[in-house]
């Protein structure tokens, strides 16, 4: 797909990698809308750097669990850029949830954010795209739908839904629209990081050190382009998968 002159909307781009993807999109000619749950003025400050770069931008607040606010904001992208081509399933949450629990309250939400999310996004984009006559769906997920993360089973969970998702997405939709993921590895210093952990997750790559936003950005980007490519998982992580197996076997 050529990006330039399409529309595209990327889930939780106000900040932090999301931003980054918005604007290597409207850096290559697309129009994009900024979605964002509460971060308003940092999704109006990237609208604003998108417009910057010669294209049209629009933020819009929704909650992608919501499944009426959802169909708001693809109805926005409709009325201001006449429809749909691009989607990027971005927003997630990440929420430290030990098990067993009674409290299921992170369960909940996180759920509604990677599973409903995902699934409400594209169950309402797809039909403009198939109206147009092709899209592109890229779906962000991480490494903990390879492997388990102690403390983050509804996170671990969710992230592993996006890939059977993409799977059912692909198969659905072909062969006018085509939806892959990606599976990000470290590439912005979570909060809690301190420098001791901080270190040893790049020790732990195969690069010996952390991704960039504009790394993460460019595979998407791949994916969007990339017409022969379809229900596929593009893993960008700097090998940290396979980290561990450094020290030795077995």
Known sequence: MDIAGKTAIVTGSAKRVGRVIALTLAEAGANVIINYNHSEDEANATAAEAEALGVGALAVQADVGNYGQVEAMVQAATDKFGGVDILVNNASSFHNDPFPTTDLSVWEKTISTLVNGPFYCT??????????????????????????????????????????????????????????????????????????????????????????????SHGVKYLIEADYVNGETLVIDGGQRYGHRQAEAG
């Open 123 to 216: 169950n309402l984009a797809a039909p403009s795209m198939l109206k147009r006559g092709g899209g592109a769906i890229v779906s962000v997920s991480d490494l903990s739908s390879i492997e388990a993360w102690p403390g983050y089973i509804a996170h671990s969970v969710g992230k592993s839904a996006i890939i059977a998702m993409t799977r059912q997405f692909a198969l659905e939709l072909a062969p006018t629209v085509r939806a892959n993921a990606v599976v990000f590895g470290p590439a912005l210093r979570p909060n809690d990081y301190d420098d001791g952990k901080y270190e040893r997750t790049a020790a732990n790559t195969l690069v010996h050190r952390w991704g960039t936003p504009e790394e993460m």
